[in-house]
């Protein structure tokens, strides 16, 4: 079955905790981005619980899709192809929509591409820019990944530099919990510091000393833990934005600092800043100030594309198309998967 080069893609997403079904026409344009949240399945636990995650997706994943459709203005035999997450992510939530997608891709007689996550992050910064350089760093700052690449213009992506401990996500959430602010941490830490001063508390930046593009968020975590060993609770209370914005900086600090020289050491002149933690408002002030004061042109995706969407996968699928990339009928959940190889996979896997 040969795809047409450009077809109007379904995109369904569930590898974590949302649900999401997208529509992109053959131009790329998004027609419809649904995004089904289960955060009041986990937040009483205090982060996702696989099991409850996969009966969510199992329970929501086809009202969500024919939302997708109908908020499109098209019908199932409108779609030209469809696109799943294939991983990484949770095996039981993976296989939800690799399960749903497979049977739809066949029931209709359509190509069906898998693409990995990380590929739609990266592919959501030129969702709304195609015109964006395809050469340039991309740093993915997520709830499970804070990866730096240098992508080519062919597709690779060449990692530069990675977390060697924590992602940037995962600092947010632990850091919103000591602080009783509840979860998902990152927005409620984003929040909170808007009411703060940065420079009220000040936590370390950290430095690796083997990889000079890695990062290291744990002694950060451990810094804030014991700062608030050393106050009361009132006390806390009291300078919680402070202390927000404080511990904030430290992360934006820190991703601002080593995507730059990655920018510097790649040679380009355009930087894409992706995943969740990029709708981080400090994050995205600080990088816009930079990149205007050194002439980078700086691809942050619109807020709706950064946490987790099914748009980036529909976006992702295009190009999968374009490469030829089908999944056959026997593709399975692939939780650990990074990147195809043919774009770079072998480099992560071979430094993760
Ligand atoms: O990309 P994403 O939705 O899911 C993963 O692939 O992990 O990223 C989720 C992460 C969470 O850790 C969440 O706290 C963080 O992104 N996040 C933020 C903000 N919005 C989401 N972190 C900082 N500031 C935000 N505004
Ligand atoms: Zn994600």
Request: glycine share 12%.
């Amino acid at each position: 079955m040969k795809p047409p080069a450009s077809t109007t893609i379904l995109g369904i997403e569930t590898s974590c905790d949302e649900t999401a079904a997208a529509v992109l026409d053959g131009e790329g344009h998004v027609l419809a981005n649904v995004i089904s949240s289960q955060q009041t399945v986990h937040e009483r636990f205090g982060g996702v619980v696989p099991e409850l995650a996969s009966r969510a997706h199992i329970q929501n994943v086809d009202h969500v899709t024919r939302q997708a459709l109908d908020a499109a203005g098209l019908t199932w035999q409108d779609l030209g192809a469809i696109a799943v997450t294939q991983g990484p992510g949770l095996a039981g939530a993976l296989l939800v929509g690799i399960s749903y997608a497979k049977s739809l891709a066949y029931a209709l007689g359509i190509p069906l591409v898998g693409v990995s996550h990380l590929e739609g992050h990266i592919a959501s910064a030129w969702i709304d820019r195609p015109s964006f350089p395809r050469t340039c760093v991309v740093l993915i700052a997520s709830g499970g990944h804070t990866h730096l690449f240098h992508a080519t213009e062919h597709g690779g992506f060449h990692l530069m530099g990675r977390t060697i401990d924590d992602a940037a996500g995962e600092a947010f959430d632990k850091g919103a919990q000591m602080l009783g602010l509840g979860y998902p941490g990152g927005p409620l830490i984003d929040a909170a510091a808007r009411k703060g001063s940065p420079a009220a508390v000040r936590f370390p930046r950290s430095r690796v000393r083997t990889g000079q593009l890695d990062f290291s968020f744990s002694g950060l975590k451990t810094a804030l833990l014991y700062h608030l060993q050393r106050m009361d609770q009132e006390a806390i209370v009291r300078q919680q934005a402070d202390l927000a914005a404080g511990y904030q900086e430290a992360i934006v600090d820190v991703l601002v600092r080593q995507t730059f020289a990655a920018v510097r050491q790649a040679g380009v002149s355009a930087l894409a800043v992706v995943g969740g933690v990029s709708a981080n408002s400090r994050l995205r002030a600080r990088l816009t100030e930079r990149a205007a004061g050194e002439g980078i042109e700086l691809g942050l995706p619109a807020l709706s594309y950064c946490t987790d969407n099914a748009a980036m996968i529909a976006a992702a699928g295009q190009r999968a198309l374009e490469q030829g990339r089908l999944a056959s009928f026997e593709c399975e959940a692939m939780p650990n998967y990074a990147l195809p190889a043919s774009s770079g996979g072998e480099t992560m896997r071979r430094r993760s």
